[in-house]
């Protein structure tokens, strides 16, 4: 009898883990998630520990582009504690429609980017990557939820991988604002 109750409980559990539906795991850590870089590479957001991370969705043809050289001069200043990662994204108003190599190319170019590119990524909607599902729900970051807007919103993390805060398209990567959070 016990042998026979033993074998429905486990039975009920194999019916349980098949037939319940895939739900999407959530990264409790922004160190866990995947990501890549414009070239292909992974990159491994846990290389940054001890370090802040300031995460922007960019764009070569929007009115914000010219805060890639305010990004630059930020990761010249600050590249010892400061990790920036660009984040190209063609939600908003088709503003960055280039391939991986185009894009590479006229961030090099037209701003002399140096900090850390990633790969082109949806940052809202169905098919959200988990870096910007993690940044814009409290759920998952447990600070705050945000809305990225735009181009050029921005996301300070925190040396122990903390979200710190959201910024708007028009803050400016040198403003008074950001370089407060980032001296913290």
Request: aromatic share 10%.
């Amino acid at each position: 009898m016990l042998n026979r109750i033993k074998a429905v409980g486990v039975l009920f559990i194999l019916a349980i883990a098949l037939y319940t539906p895939n739900l999407k795991a959530q990264s409790t850590s922004i160190y866990d998630i995947p990501l890549k870089s414009l070239n292909g590479e992974d990159i491994n957001l846990a290389d940054f520990k001890g370090k802040k991370i300031l995460i922007v969705n960019t764009a070569s043809k929007c009115g914000y582009t010219g805060q890639y050289e305010g990004l630059e001069e930020l990761h010249q200043q600050y590249g010892d504690k400061l990790v920036i990662i660009g984040v190209p994204c063609n939600q908003f108003g088709k503003q960055e429609p280039g391939s991986s190599e185009e894009i590479t190319a006229f961030c090099k170019k037209n701003y002399g980017v140096s900090f850390l590119m990633a790969e082109k990524t949806d940052v809202k909607g169905d098919s959200q990557h988990a870096l910007y599902a993690w940044l814009t729900q409290k759920s998952q970051n447990g600070v705050m939820d945000a809305k990225v807007s735009w181009n050029f919103n921005k996301f300070l993390v925190d040396e122990k991988g903390n979200l710190v805060q959201h910024y708007k398209s028009s803050v400016k990567p040198m403003s008074e604002e950001m370089l407060k959070d980032i001296q913290k």
